[in-house]
């Protein structure tokens, strides 16, 4: 625990929530009142500023337009049923945004700017947060490369800002999912793992081809043989097969560590399933629906919170489930709400109260 330093605030003249209707808000449309901004200047974290909300002034050389060092999380804070604000497994986060600093060369933001400044800002936006179910405020915290030059070298100036959105489920339905063999997401040595803003740009040809075809992500593959699944778009994957939950395992270093990935797998555990973390082809996925051992598959993260595939297509060859005969999924998502929501024990010391 770091000792808790006042951040500066400067308040917004008038609030936006004035009228403002915090009911099925779509996903990261609006913003609230306030955001976190600091600099790294000459080594040091400074300006840590509680500012109103507004567009950034910055040079047209700065680095990250050029060169994609930008690194972003993303974090949920609820209203549990007695009113508390919440922010879920913000450590988790914070340690996954400095593991993806350290990838791409950027500086370590210290807890007493990331967690404590996330802390401030929420205290300060709290009234923000949606109370309606599958509703949250959404932290954006992201940090970029801000040197004002055309060079190809790691920035030595930096800023780091935290942005929050009320909002609702980033997936309404459950969804149609096309297992991708032609493009590539992450390979082994490369940032896959990593929180990186260029992962999710390179991702978008691929999402936008299978939408086209009618599809809501793609579900990639390794970049060798197009044979062993990664992660979906913007969640992990996780197969109910053969009463086991399987998922792929994180060793490559192809895939995001991702936080509601772990508190699920927590929770599958809690509920007596057995875990196996590994690789998975599609050829075992296959084999397995048509013997009927593949029952569930769904994703996770952090804006898709658990959401249920009804439908996984290779090729031409078409897997569907019938999500509304699903035990496992709505059980393990309901447990995990109960803790969000204040309504169980939080026995694994996930939430923050603010
Ligand atoms: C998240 O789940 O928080 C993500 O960052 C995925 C997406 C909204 C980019």
Known sequence: MVATQEIPVIKAAQSKLEGFSLENVPFGKYFTDHMLEADYIDGTWQNVTIKPYGPLSLDPSVAALHYGQAIFEGIKAYKDDAGNAVVFRLQDNFKRFNISAERMMMPAVPEEIFVEGIRQLIAVDKNWIPAQADHSLYIRPFMFSSDELIGVRPSENYKFLVILSPTGPYYGTPMRIYVEEQYVRAVKGGIGYAKAAGNYG???????????????????????????????????????????????????????????????????????????????????????????TLKEVFGTGTAATVSPIKELRYKDFVMNFDVASWTVMPEAKRLLDDIRYGRSEDRYGWLVTI
């Open 202 to 292: 390179a991702s978008m040809m691929a999402t936008a081809i299978a939408r086209d075809k009618g599809y809501d992500q793609v579900l990639w593959t390794d970049a060798y043989e197009h044979k062993y699944v990664q992660e979906i778009g913007t969640m992990n994957v996780i197969f109910i097969l053969n009463g086991k939950a399987v998922t792929p395992d994180l060793e490559a270093g192809t895939i995001l560590h991702g936080v509601t990935r772990m508190s699920v797998l927590t929770i599958l555990k809690e509920m007596g399933l057995e875990i196996e973390e590994r690789p998975i082809s599609i050829d075992e996925l296959i084999d397995a629906y048509k013997a009927g």
